[in-house]
């Protein structure tokens, strides 16, 4: 016998749209659409006037979930980085600093849920672009897992990896096994699955999918993926 759990992972893109647009609403229907218990989001901006006003407290109100936040740079007076969303009570986080030399800030935010009764640890992270900078951050994270994972681990975020035979992408199959990656970028027609999820055990990860609707392939240019994974 086992819990579910739902996790997805959803880069918003600042809440920009096909149209160009920031229109917060549509990725918050998009979250509310994937009904997962705890959701990493990548490229949130929270600005706290004007007329993008868009706060923490909009986005918890918004989705009725936690927001733990993780973010990283100042940009266009807004806060802009990495979010975690859940359902489930928050026992222990930890914020990881993946910035590597004078790049973009980088960074995850490793927490460990309360999954009823069973301490499950999830990690959501946004990667670099440059593949030296993913390979040590994968290197940085995977050291952290080791030390500091608790229980079932689920580690997701956009690691803007395309290259299947990349070292920083051996270094994750080597730890979690071959998962599903299925293609989330561009959202109007994916052909790179720079959007994922892993699990540790990788026999509790059930289903892995991405939705595709016309909402997500409007909302952001990348499209969200969700997967099912069973706790023991």
Known sequence: ??????????????????????????????????????????EVSFCPTGPGRYTMEDLARHTHMQVIPGLTLTKKDADFGNVLLTRHPLRDLRKLDLTFKTREPRGALMAVLDVHNVPCTVIATHLGLQRRERHLQVQGLIKEIKAHGAGPLVLMGDFNEWNTFSGALRILKAHFGKGPTPPTYPARCPVLGLDRIMVEPIKALQKVLVLKTPLTRFASDHLPVKAFIRLS
Do not use: F
């Open 1 to 42: 016998m086992g819990h579910k759990l739902v996790a997805a992972t959803y880069n918003v893109h600042e809440w920009v749209g096909k149209d160009g647009r920031q229109r917060p609403a549509r990725a918050v229907r998009v979250i509310g659409d994937l009904g997962a218990d705890v959701v990493a989001l990548q």
